[in-house]
């Protein structure tokens, strides 16, 4: 990917992701996931908070001003300028930053996992309603074709438009489904590198004490 820090690429796949599977437009500033990046500053902003040079709500207010088309490359600078100057004296801060940026991602994922789930499952409960109704339909029809035609050419019609309704929710279930394999595989990913973050930091503790 074009962002240049694996843990910044996840984060932006996270947000076209928690975009996406709310309804809202995805995110600008990339041609597409793991394609090159059409906004430097956009993709220069992912990195620095994927390496936890920035904390949650420095990046939140960075990317509204992003979308808006207002970032400047003086509003990231300023911030790198700050990480440079930054004690590390009492512990890591780069490595805090990160890792609370992972687990707020990983709670956003949660909420909005369960919420696409109970519209999948609206969604499987009104296809199976309506299955149900076509076969009723079809069966009605064929009982009654031999001494009322005309009521049997309308049911069929009803079955018919019940179809229409079908066409239309099936692709919705099938995209939804994917959406949440595909979360599933991030929060697994996210997860790997919470768990590699705090190994880090722990390590930190240990070597701070051994210098004691």
Same mark, same amino acid.
């Given at each position: 990917?074009?962002?240049?820090?694996?843990?910044?690429?996840?984060?932006?796949?996270?947000?076209?992701?928690?975009?996406?599977?709310?309804?809202?437009?995805?995110?600008?500033?990339?041609?597409?996931?793991?394609?090159?990046?059409?906004?430097?500053?956009?993709?220069?902003?992912?990195?620095?908070?994927?390496?936890?040079?920035?904390?949650?709500?420095?990046?939140?207010?960075?990317?509204?001003?992003?979308?808006?088309?207002?970032?400047?490359?003086?509003?990231? !600078?300023?911030?790198?300028?700050?990480?440079?100057?930054?004690?590390?004296?009492?512990?890591?801060?780069?490595?805090?930053?990160?890792?609370?940026?992972?687990?707020?991602?990983?709670?956003?994922?949660?909420?909005?996992?369960?919420?696409?789930?109970?519209?999948?499952?609206?969604?499987?409960?009104?296809?199976?309603?309506?299955?149900?109704?076509?076969?009723?339909?079809?069966?009605?029809?064929?009982?009654?074709?031999?001494?009322?035609?005309?009521?049997?050419?309308?049911?069929? !019609?009803?079955?018919?438009?019940?179809?229409?309704?079908?066409?239309?929710?099936?692709?919705?279930?099938?995209?939804?489904?994917?959406?949440?394999?595909?979360?599933?595989?991030?929060?697994?990913?996210?997860? !790997?590198?919470?768990?590699?973050?705090?190994?880090?930091?722990?390590?930190?503790?240990?070597?701070?004490?051994?210098?004691?």
């Amino acid at each position: 990917m074009g962002c240049g820090s694996p843990l910044g690429d996840l984060f932006y796949l996270a947000d076209t992701l928690l975009y996406h599977t709310d309804g809202s437009s995805l995110p600008l500033g990339r041609r597409g996931i793991g394609g090159e990046s059409d906004n430097p500053l956009r993709s220069q902003l992912y990195q620095m908070y994927g390496e936890g040079q920035i904390s949650e709500e420095v990046f939140t207010a960075l990317r509204i001003l992003a979308d808006r088309g207002q970032l400047r490359p003086a509003d990231l !600078a300023v911030h790198r300028a700050r990480v440079q100057h930054r004690s590390v004296g009492h512990g890591d801060p780069v490595t805090a930053n990160a890792l609370r940026s992972i687990r707020s991602r990983l709670t956003q994922l949660a909420q909005v996992r369960a919420a696409s789930e109970k519209v999948l499952a609206d969604l499987e409960t009104q296809l199976s309603d309506i299955n149900q109704r076509m076969d009723d339909k079809e069966q009605a029809a064929r009982r009654i074709i031999e001494r009322d035609e005309e009521s049997a050419r309308q049911r069929l !019609a009803e079955k018919a438009e019940l179809g229409l309704s079908r066409d239309r929710l099936a692709p919705q279930v099938d995209a939804l489904q994917t959406d949440l394999s595909r979360l599933e595989d991030l929060r697994a990913q996210l997860e !790997a590198k919470s768990i590699e973050l705090e190994a880090v930091q722990a390590r930190g503790r240990l070597n701070e004490e051994m210098l004691k």
